[in-house]
Structures are given as structure tokens and as C-alpha cells.
């Protein structure tokens, strides 16, 4: 379904579907409405036609009360007849006390009539008041009768008086075989339909009101009213499809062109544009898209000038990003990530250090007035500490489950913490013990508070066990690849770096000595006859020396020097900063530490007394950029001095030759004034030397004795 139609089945469905309803509800209160108006025009019926026969009753009471009066004083015809004149009544009889007739008065209906004091006949053609008739001394001599029938005439005055139709029960006349029939079947005061659509009810005799009636109103018809309605949804409908017609292609219009050009850029098209016909949502959406890709085409243009040197970087950085474990990180973005997978506000990750046994804040995340690293927590103390020392997950409400929180800790409603503890692998070997226990915690990974204030549930504590497990991976994986890294890099005998890491001390030396114009001096050093040594009293003896010189050059050294072993029994050290006499003090220095003290070798032979076995080297050296303008060159020259100081009797030092020495200023008494380098003495193992004493700059390098092995 496109979105045009979905936009206009959601405008039809908004729109006429109150409509809908609302003409439901109309058709159905009309009905209601209707049927409570018709059943209210029955009661005040019933109470018309009560009134109207109680006021007909008292007409014929008047009328035979008159008729009484006058036939006692001996005219009964004239009085009978003025009353039936008069129309007080429709016919009059006077009785005798006998109940003979002696005067009448109009037509009489045949009898029985229905009384109206006292109603007990239920069939009658008339409704008739009587008084007695008595002479002076009020003894009863007849009776006078005022009589009204029961005819058309009567039914018709009562509907005209009570506003509803009114048929009258017994035989007699009536609007319709139905509403009769229909009546005498209810109970009285009951409420039923005709089949010819009419509401009927019926009215028992009672006093003032002697007659059973039947009365009736018209069924409301709201088949009218629902014709109607019915038309005028639809022309609601016929509105509200027009309307929604418009309104969504007013919309999808402008999102159609929109997406034409997205396409566009998508093939490579930055020139595609828009139409902007409105200010609204969609003509703004408009004017960004067409600000973007004009923004976009000055993106490409920068990106393709500084292509190059961008593909340049690109290989820096992925060498860097290659050789990085940055924990961290790593760190970061796990809490990251677990904060977003669990809806959490904040977090935080401690690890436990070795040294002290304490919590540390590592990293953290929504924390606000709170410096992680500064955060330190011991094993056991509040929520975090627990969390460590137990080894046990824990999630809740501060306030309902505890624990008290540490005053470093920070602040939080509700929390979710687990250990960050690798799963166990169980033994590897088979010799190691079975436990129970779970792993020793590194760390806590702890989120507080979800956005909503809900409270954290299994499936969290779930996922953040499984967060914290990566983490733990990710500690292991950069302490196993930094542990790596240092054996990668370092001599196990010896504890110096060795040659790989050498290569990459001296190219970074040599750059930052050339970016700031310093020098560099490179030692070249070899133990002299080692190879007797090892001869003589064994290879464990030649590891033990080779150990102690380390120790003995470590001592020597400053903290910015760097020492290597190159390999058997030949080292390496780099001194920054420094030139060629600095470098031939340390020489000196280290060669006098060698000579003076013999190393003492314990034997491997039981009952065998120690050794004390003496030791001398050779150095050459070499200084950036007098004697090399390259690390590789400068490290060639001070292993050819090296061989110099082999050639020349072993146990000294020698300089490189072919380098210009600078000038330094030499204590003169009465001056100070500076002295050429090559004219200064160089401390030597056999006395003063001139740094130029080998060749002189710019002469042809003397022959130099053929290269042999270091051992000797």
C-alpha cells in the first residue's frame, strides 16, 4: 500500500469514523427519544382523560342534583327536560322509591349504566350520576338519574380533551379492532404495540372515572430520519474522500520529488534539487535536502583534494588501531552499550588493582558531579564492594532491598550490578582442584536508574551478565596481549629489550633527534672472550655473567637511556641528547664497572665452591647525525668502531671515525675560550685519547682488520 492511500484511509477512518458513529447514535437516541415521548403523551392521556371524566361525572351529578331539588317540589317534567336543555346531561329518568319511572327526560340508553361513585359493572352503554329525591321533611321518596351514553360522540370529546385516541373496553364503538383487543389482554397500567404500529394502554373503572378505557398514540416512523442520516453520511463520505484525495497528494507530491532526487545522489547525481512550493514540514524537509547536497558537493571537492594525503593517514591509522588494546575503551563502550540495551540513565566500572586489593573507578557513564578515577571502594563495602567480594549479582530498590550505599558510591533509586568475572573453563590439565566457587571478581559493571523509574528484571540482569562477561574478556585479551607485547619485546635472560624492539627505539629516537636538532649517540658493546667463558665453566656460568652485566649497565645507565640485547653476547644502548664525549664517560664508566668486580658464578656441581669469573667488553660509538644520517647508518658505525676496539686489544672503547666533533669550551687558566674537540682528551682504558686520534674528518677511513666473531 503507497503512502498516499495510507494517508487517506487514516483521513476517512479519522473523519468518518466519528461521523459514523455519531449518526448511529443519533438514529438510536431518536428512536429512544421518541418511544419516551410517545409513552409521556400516554401518561398525561390517561390523566386528561381522568380529568375530563371526572368533570363529565360532575356535570351529571349537577344536572340529577337539579333534576332532585325540583321534582321535590312537584315538577318533575319541567325539571328532567330543563336539565336535558340545559346540557347538563344527555338523558334524565326520575324513579319512584319503588324504582317505578316517573319522568324521563331526552333518549335513554338501555341500562346498565356505568355509576360514576361507584363503578362495578364492566359492561355498560352509558356513565349515569344519581341523588335521591326527598320532600321536606328529607324522606326519601325517588331517586333522579343523569345519564351521558357511551357513544362516539363521548369517545371522540375525550380524545379531543386528552390529545391520544380513546377506545372504550366493553362492546360498544371504537377507533380500532386492534387497540381493543390489544388492550384487553394487558395488565392495567401495562404498555404494549399494536400491529398496526400504535402504543396502547389500558385504563381500569374507578372512582370519578367509571369507564374501561383503552388509550392510544401513534408509534413514532424514524425511517425518515434514518433516510437522512444515511444521506448525509454520504455526502460526509463523498467530502471526506475529495478532501482526503487532495490533502494526501498535497503531501506525497513533494515526498515523490523528494525521493526522485534521493535516488538521484544515490547514483552519484550531487546536482539533484527539489522544488520548494510551501513553507510547511515538507517544504523545509525541501530546503535542507537541497542544502545538503550543495553541502555535499563541497564535502566531495575537499575529500578529493586531500585524497592523497588522506590514504596516507588512512595506513598511519590503521597500523596504530592495529597495535592499540586500549581497555578503556573497550570499557566505555560496553557500558555504553549495556545502558542502551537496558534503558539505564547511568553506570559505572571498577576494576580490582592487584596491588592495593581496592575497587577502581575505570569508567563511567551519566554520572553527574562524580570523577570516576577518583572513585576507590574496598571489597565488601556497600553495594559495589558486595557485589566484588560475593562474587553474586544483585538487582533491586535501594530503599526496599539494601544494601546501605558506601558514601563513595554514587547515588541511585534502583540498580543492577554483576561481577565482571570470566565463566570458568574447568581444569585444563586435570590436575587442579574442582571448586564450587565462582571466579575471583576483576571488577563490578553497575547500572542505576532505568529512564521511567521502572525497576530493572531478570532479562536485564541477564544481558548485563552477558556484557560483563565480554568484559572480562576484553580485560583478559589486553593483559595477555600486553603481557605478549613486553615478552615480544624483551630478552627473557637478560630483562633488556631486544633487537626487534631496538629497530623501533632507534627509528623513533632517530626522528625526534632530527625534529629537534638534538644528537644521539649509539653504543655498540660486546663481552670480550665470552665464548671461553661459556668453555670454561659452562653455559649456566655464561648465562649468569650475561645477567649480571645487564644488571651492571642498568646501574650505569640514566632513566631516558635505553639498553638492548642484540643478541649472545652483544648489547646495545642508545643515549638521547647526548654526543661522543658523553657517550665515552658512560663508556668509561661502564667499562670500569665490568673490569673492577669479577661476577661470581655459582656451580651447578654439588659441593663445589662459587667462581668468581672476570669480565671486560669492547664499545664502539657512533653519534646522529655526525656518523650516520639514518638510524641502520649510525648503529653500522658503532659496530665498525666496535671492531676497533676489538682490533686494538679488547677492554677499551672507540669512537667513530669521519664525523666533524664540535667545539666545547675547556678550562683554561686565566681564559675561557673555546678549544677544537680534536684537540681534547678523551678519558681511555689506556690513558687520555683525542677523539680524532683514528682518522682525521674528511680523510679516507683507515683499513680496518677483517671482521671476526664476537666471542673472542
Same mark, same amino acid.
Given at each position: 500500500m503507497t503512502l498516499r492511500a495510507r494517508l487517506t484511509a487514516a483521513f476517512l477512518a479519522v473523519v468518518l469514523g466519528p461521523?459514523?458513529?455519531?449518526?448511529?447514535? !443519533? /438514529?438510536?437516541?431518536?428512536?429512544? @427519544?421518541?418511544?419516551?415521548?410517545?409513552?409521556?403523551?400516554l401518561d398525561a392521556g390517561a390523566q386528561n382523560v381522568h380529568a375530563a371524566l371526572k368533570v363529565t361525572c360532575q356535570r351529571l351529578r349537577l344536572a340529577a342534583e337539579t333534576t332532585a331539588l325540583v321534582t321535590a317540589d312537584g315538577d &318533575?317534567? =319541567?325539571? +328532567? &327536560?330543563?336539565?336535558?336543555?340545559?346540557?347538563?346531561?344527555? +338523558?334524565?329518568?326520575?324513579?319512584?322509591?319503588?324504582?317505578?319511572?316517573?319522568?324521563?327526560a331526552g333518549t335513554l340508553p338501555p341500562k346498565p349504566w356505568a355509576d360514576c361513585a361507584a363503578p362495578e359493572t364492566?359492561?355498560?352503554?352509558?356513565?349515569?350520576?344519581? !341523588?335521591d329525591v326527598l320532600d321536606p321533611s328529607s324522606r326519601r321518596i325517588g331517586r333522579a338519574y343523569a345519564v351521558e351514553p357511551v357513544d362516539a360522540a363521548l369517545l371522540h370529546w375525550l380524545a379531543e380533551s386528552s390529545g391520544v385516541g380513546v377506545d372504550s373496553l366493553p362492546p360498544g364503538p371504537a377507533s380500532g379492532a386492534h387497540i381493543a383487543d390489544t388492550a384487553r389482554d394487558l395488565e392495567l397500567g401495562a404498555t404494549a404495540t399494536t400491529p398496526d404500529g400504535h402504543l396502547v394502554r389500558r385504563l381500569a373503572p374507578e372512582s370519578g372515572q367509571p369507564l374501561a378505557l383503552a388509550l392510544s398514540v401513534p408509534k413514532p416512523d424514524p &425511517?425518515?430520519?434514518?433516510?437522512?442520516?444515511? +444521506? !448525509?453520511?454520504?455526502?460526509?463520505?463523498? @467530502?471526506?474522500?475529495?478532501v482526503a484525495w487532495w490533502l494526501a497528494r498535497s503531501t506525497t507530491h513533494p515526498l515523490t520529488e523528494l525521493a526522485v532526487a534521493v535516488e538521484r545522489?544515490?547514483?552519484? =547525481?550531487?546536482?539533484?534539487?527539489?522544488p520548494v512550493r510551501s513553507q510547511d514540514e515538507v517544504g523545509r524537509l525541501g530546503q535542507t535536502f537541497n542544502r545538503m547536497t550543495r553541502e555535499m558537493q563541497g564535502y566531495v571537492q575537499a575529500l578529493t583534494a586531500s585524497r592523497d594525503q588522506l590514504r596516507g593517514q588512512l595506513g598511519v591509522l590503521g597500523d596504530t588501531l592495529a597495535g592499540t588494546h586500549d581497555l578503556d575503551r573497550i570499557l566505555q563502550v560496553i557500558l555504553q552499550t549495556a545502558a542502551a540495551a537496558t534503558g539505564a540513565q547511568s553506570g559505572v566500572v571498577l576494576m580490582v588493582d592487584p596491588a592495593s586489593g581496592e575497587l577502581r573507578g575505570q569508567v563511567g557513564e551519566g554520572l553527574a558531579g562524580i570523577d570516576v578515577a577518583e572513585l576507590r571502594l574496598q571489597l565488601g563495602d556497600g553495594l559495589l564492594g558486595a557485589v566484588a567480594a560475593s562474587g553474586e549479582p544483585r538487582r533491586g530498590r535501594v530503599e526496599r532491598d539494601g544494601p546501605v550505599l558506601s558514601p563513595a558510591e554514587p547515588r541511585c533509586i534502583t540498580y543492577v550490578a554483576v561481577p565482571i568475572a570470566a565463566p570458568g573453563v574447568g581444569p585444563t590439565t586435570g590436575l587442579e582442584p574442582q571448586s564450587d566457587l565462582p571466579p575471583a571478581a576483576r571488577g563490578v559493571l553497575a547500572l542505576y536508574d532505568r529512564h521511567g523509574f521502572d525497576e530493572f528484571d531478570d532479562s536485564d540482569l541477564i544481558t548485563l551478565r552477558t556484557f560483563a562477561g565480554q568484559a572480562a574478556v576484553a580485560v583478559d585479551n589486553v593483559r595477555v596481549h600486553e603481557e605478549a607485547q613486553r615478552l615480544s619485546l624483551t630478552d627473557p635472560l637478560t630483562g633488556l629489550s631486544n633487537y626487534r624492539y631496538l629497530r623501533e627505539s632507534l627509528r623513533r629516537e632517530v626522528e625526534r633527534a632530527s625534529r629537534f636538532g638534538r644528537s644521539l649517540a649509539a653504543l655498540a658493546l660486546d663481552l670480550d672472550?665470552?665464548?671461553? @667463558?661459556?668453555?670454561?665453566?659452562?653455559?649456566?656460568? /655464561?648465562?649468569?655473567?650475561?645477567?649480571?652485566?645487564?644488571?651492571r649497565l642498568r646501574a650505569e645507565i640514566r632513566e631516558v637511556d635505553f639498553a638492548f640485547r642484540q643478541g649472545g653476547e652483544e648489547f646495545v644502548v642508545l643515549l638521547p641528547e647526548t654526543d661522543a664525549i658523553g657517550a665515552a664517560v658512560l663508556a668509561e664508566r661502564l667499562g670500569a664497572a665490568v673490569r673492577r668486580t669479577p661476577v661470581l658464578v655459582i656451580s651447578s656441581t654439588p659441593g663445589q665452591a662459587p667462581r668468581r669469573v672476570p669480565v671486560t667488553v669492547s664499545i664502539g660509538i657512533a653519534v646522529f647525525p655526525f656518523h650516520g644520517s639514518t638510524g641502520a647508518a649510525v648503529l653500522e658505525a658503532a659496530d665498525d668502531a666496535l671492531y676497533a676496539a676489538k682490533a686494538s686489544?679488547? =677492554?677499551?672503547?672507540?669512537?667513530?671515525p669521519d664525523a666533524p666533533v664540535p667545539a666545547v669550551h675547556v678550562p683554561v687558566p686565566g681564559a675561557d675560550v673555546p678549544v677544537p674537540a680534536a684537540d681534547v682528551p678523551v678519558p681511555g682504558p689506556d690513558g687520555?685519547?683525542?677523539?680524532?686520534?683514528?682518522?682525521?674528518? /674528511?680523510?679516507?677511513?683507515?683499513? &680496518?682488520?677483517p671482521r671476526q666473531s664476537r666471542g673472542g
Open positions: 461521523v459514523l458513529l455519531g449518526a448511529v447514535f !443519533v /438514529g438510536i437516541a431518536v428512536a429512544a @427519544v421518541s418511544d419516551q415521548r410517545a409513552m409521556e403523551r &318533575q317534567p =319541567d325539571a +328532567a &327536560q330543563r336539565a336535558v336543555v340545559s346540557g347538563l346531561a344527555r +338523558a334524565v329518568e326520575v324513579t319512584s322509591a319503588d324504582g317505578t319511572v316517573l319522568t324521563t364492566t359492561a355498560y352503554t352509558a356513565i349515569a350520576a344519581s !341523588v &425511517q425518515g430520519l434514518y433516510a437522512v442520516l444515511v +444521506a !448525509v453520511v454520504a455526502c460526509a463520505g463523498v @467530502v471526506a474522500i475529495s545522489v544515490a547514483d552519484g =547525481d550531487l546536482s539533484a534539487r527539489v672472550r665470552f665464548k671461553e @667463558v661459556n668453555d670454561t665453566y659452562g653455559h649456566a656460568a /655464561g648465562d649468569a655473567v650475561l645477567a649480571e652485566f645487564a644488571r686489544g679488547r =677492554d677499551m672503547y672507540k669512537i667513530a687520555p685519547v683525542k677523539a680524532s686520534t683514528e682518522v682525521t674528518p /674528511g680523510a679516507p677511513k683507515a683499513a &680496518q682488520p
